[in-house]
C-alpha cells in the first residue's frame, strides 16, 4: 500500500511579516491546496514565520561551548593558535562527538537548517575530530543538513602527514569537501597546496572550501591560481573561498576579480567581523559571485566570543555592513537564508508552493524589526515538523 501523506496546518502563521494566514504543509512542502481529511494542527499565535538560515562557515569540533570556562593566552597568528587548539584537543577530556552535537543542536534551536561544518585534518589530531563531527551530524540529520570540510589548520607543508590524512578522509567518505588555508602567506608553498587540494577534490569529485586570510598582493595571486585551477577542472559551482579579506581592500582590481569569480562559478563566504572585513555583498552579487555567512569559531581556543545563531550574524552582517534601510536589514537576513542555501545546494525556503517547509517563528512587527531587536525562538519547523521549541529541541 502507498504511504499516506502526512498534512500539517500552521495556523495563523505570518509569512515573511505579512497577513495572518493558514499555512498548508504535505510530506514536508508548502502547499496550494486545501487540507484533506484530519491534519495535523500547530497555533502560531500570530507570529512571524521567516526561513530558517544556513551557517556557512562554522568549526564544531574546536568549540568549547557548555564546558567549564576555558582560559585563553595571548597567541600571535595562526601558527600559535593551531598550536593552542591542540593543547584545547588534548586537555579537554569531553569528546568532540558530544561537544560538536551540543552547539550543533543549540544551533538548531536558533533557526540553523543546514552548516558547513570545518574539521581540523592534522597530525595532531588524525582524523578524530572530523569523526566526531560526522557522529554529531547524523544524530542530528533529522533537523539538520551538515557538509563537513577536512580543514588542514596546521597547514600542509608545514604538518608532514596532513596530504595523507586529507586524501584518507576523503577516500573514506568522512568529509565531503576538502579545505586549504593561506597557501602563500601561512603555509608557504602556494602551488603545492593548491595542486594537492585541487587534485584530491578531482580524484574525488568532491567541493573545495580555502580559508584565505591574506591580502594585498598575496591575496590577489592566490585568488587568481584558484581561478585558474577551478576553471582548467571544471569545478565551477563547487569552490568556495572563506573570509577572502582580500577582496575588503581590493579597490583597484576590485570589478576585474569580482567578475572573474563570478565567472568562474567561485563563491565566497563572510563571518562579518568587522566593518573593514566583512566583504562587499552587494557588489560581488552585482558580478554574479554566490555568498554565504557564518559563525566560525565557537567559544574555542581563539575567542571567548561566538553563539552559532546564525540571526545573530545576520545582525552582526547589518551593522558590519552599516545597514540603516529597511531593504539593507531585509537583504541582511536573506543573505544568510536564501543565499546560503543556494550554496549549500538546498533549495529556497520561500514559503511558495513545493518550497520546503523550513521556518522559525519569533514574535516581532516586522523582518527588519526582528534583525535589529533578534527575539527569542518560539519555534523552529524542518520539513513541515516541530524540531525545536522555546530554545530546545524536541
Not at 534583525?371 to 525545536?388: F, I, K, N, T, Y
Amino acid at each position: 500500500m502507498a504511504e499516506r501523506s502526512h498534512t500539517t496546518i500552521f495556523r495563523n502563521v505570518r509569512p515573511m511579516g505579512g497577513d495572518a494566514v493558514d499555512l498548508v504543509v504535505v510530506d514536508g512542502r508548502v502547499s496550494a491546496a486545501r487540507a484533506q481529511g484530519s491534519p495535523e494542527v500547530v497555533d502560531c499565535g500570530g507570529r512571524i514565520a521567516l526561513p530558517t538560515l544556513v551557517d556557512a562557515h562554522i568549526h564544531p569540533d574546536k568549540t568549547t561551548w557548555g564546558e567549564p570556562w576555558h582560559s585563553r593566552r595571548p597567541a600571535s597568528g595562526i601558527a600559535e593558535l593551531g598550536e593552542q587548539d591542540a593543547e584545547l584537543f588534548r586537555d579537554t577530556p569531553t569528546p568532540v562527538a558530544v561537544r560538536a552535537e551540543r552547539l550543533m543542536g543549540h544551533a538548531v534551536t536558533r533557526g540553523t537548517r543546514a552548516m558547513r561544518a570545518h574539521a581540523d585534518i592534522a597530525p595532531a589530531y588524525g582524523l578524530e575530530g572530523l569523526q566526531g563531527v560526522r557522529e554529531a551530524a547524523e544524530r542530528l540529520e533529522h533537523a539538520l543538513d551538515v557538509r563537513i570540510v577536512a580543514f588542514p589548520q596546521h597547514g600542509v607543508r608545514r604538518a608532514p602527514g596532513t596530504d595523507a590524512l586529507l586524501a584518507e578522509a576523503l577516500r573514506t567518505g568522512a568529509a565531503d569537501l576538502v579545505g586549504g588555508i593561506d597557501p602563500e602567506g601561512f603555509d608557504g608553498d602556494l602551488d603545492g597546496q593548491l595542486d594537492l587540494v585541487f587534485g584530491l577534490a578531482d580524484r574525488h569529485r568532491v567541493g573545495v572550501d580555502i580559508h584565505l586570510h591574506d591580502g594585498g598582493p598575496v591575496g590577489s595571486r592566490t585568488m587568481w591560481a584558484i581561478i585558474d585551477r577551478t576553471r582548467a577542472l571544471d569545478l565551477g559551482g563547487n569552490v568556495t573561498v572563506s573570509h577572502a579579506f582580500g577582496m575588503t581592500g581590493a579597490e583597484e582590481d576590485f570589478d576585474v576579480l569580482a567578475a572573474a569569480l563570478g565567472e568562474a562559478g567561485i563563491a565566497l563566504t563572510t563571518v562579518a567581523p568587522s566593518p573593514a572585513r566583512v566583504l562587499p555583498v552587494a557588489r560581488l552579487r552585482e558580478h554574479g559571485v554566490r555568498l554565504g555567512v557564518g559563525s566560525d569559531g565557537v567559544r574555542d581556543s581563539w575567542s571567548p566570543f561566538g553563539d552559532a545563531d546564525m540571526l545573530h550574524r545576520a545582525h552582526l552582517l547589518a551593522k558590519a555592513s552599516r545597514a540603516r534601510l529597511d531593504e539593507q536589514l531585509w537583504d541582511a537576513y536573506l543573505t544568510c537564508a536564501h543565499d546560503g542555501a543556494a550554496l549549500a545546494g538546498l533549495d529556497r525556503a520561500d514559503f511558495q508552493p513545493g518550497a520546503p517547509a523550513d521556518f522559525l517563528l519569533v514574535e516581532g512587527e516586522c523582518l527588519p524589526q526582528v534583525v535589529v531587536d533578534l527575539p527569542e525562538r518560539h519555534a523552529v519547523v524542518r520539513a513541515g515538523r516541530v524540531v525545536a521549541r522555546e530554545g530546545r529541541l524536541v
